[in-house]
Antibody, heavy 120, light 106 residues
Framework: QVQVVESGGGVVQPGRSLRLSCAAS????????IHWVRQAPGKGLEWVAI????????YYADSVKGRFTISRDNSKSTLFLQMNSLRLEDTAVYYC?????????????WGQGTLVTVSS | IQMTQSPSTLSASVGDRVTITCRAS??????LAWYQQKVGRAPSLLIY???TLESGVPSRFSGGGSGTEFTLTISSLQPGDFATYYC?????????FGGGTKVEIK
């Protein structure tokens, strides 16, 4: 069955870096766009970034542009999010989500999320 | 594109018919999805293209609208439906969500 599993979260000081991973299985990873979506504690959902199936196209939310970098390794069915210059407001659960077959840029499968806490 | 949901909280009883509204700040055609999120869980896709039910979603859920006004209706609320619901536009980047509607037990 389709699975996406995030890892790499933790506690980090402001200004430092962290790299998240999303390992996928159960579907042809190289055929799908994959997204990062985050949710601050007690808040709503915020889309963060997308990478196209072939890695050629990527887009970011304004709140992370220039600080976060999305990448993928199709040979390992893994998506990454390199987060630099972290801020207190980046504290959130980060979800990896697959772009839907039926409606591109909606999200049909989600991981369980990984918590990133930015704190001094 | 800004997405605005109303109400932010809705109190209802099992068996009630409930409707949640989502408004877009500009036309998004029918490029709208709805998600359900239960406490401590990841969101799950309910509806895409404004009115198409995702596979496995019960038929008591329905979506409607186009352009800037959309609705999510639950025809007869079940115990497992108490959750937070989000709309999301996917016509353009940045992709954006509504602020959420929490459906709680009356």
């Amino acid at each position: 069955q389709v699975q996406v599993v995030e890892s790499g979260g933790g506690v980090v000081q402001p200004g430092r870096s962290l790299r998240l991973s999303c390992a996928a299985s159960g579907f042809p990873f190289s055929n799908y766009a994959i997204h990062w979506v985050r949710q601050a504690p007690g808040k709503g959902l915020e889309w963060v970034a997308i990478m196209s199936y072939d890695g050629k196209n990527k887009y970011y939310a304004d709140s992370v542009k220039g600080r976060f970098t999305i990448s993928r390794d199709n040979s390992k069915s893994t998506l990454f999010l390199q987060m630099n210059s972290l801020r207190l407001e980046d504290t959130a659960v980060y979800y990896c989500a697959r772009g839907s077959d039926s409606a591109y840029n909606s999200f049909d499968y989600w991981g369980q999320g990984t918590l990133v806490t930015v704190s001094s | 594109i800004q997405m605005t949901q109303s109400p932010s909280t809705l109190s209802a009883s099992v068996g009630d018919r409930v409707t949640i509204t989502c408004r877009a700040s500009q036309s998004i055609s029918s490029r709208l999805a709805w998600y359900q999120q239960k406490v401590g869980r990841a969101p799950s896709l309910l509806i895409y293209q404004a009115s198409t039910l995702e596979s496995g979603v019960p038929s008591r859920f329905s979506g409607g609208g186009s352009g800037t006004e959309f609705t999510l209706t639950i025809s007869s609320l079940q115990p497992g439906d108490f959750a937070t619901y989000y709309c999301q536009q996917y016509i353009t980047y940045p992709l954006t969500f509504g602020g959420g509607t929490k459906v709680e037990i009356k």
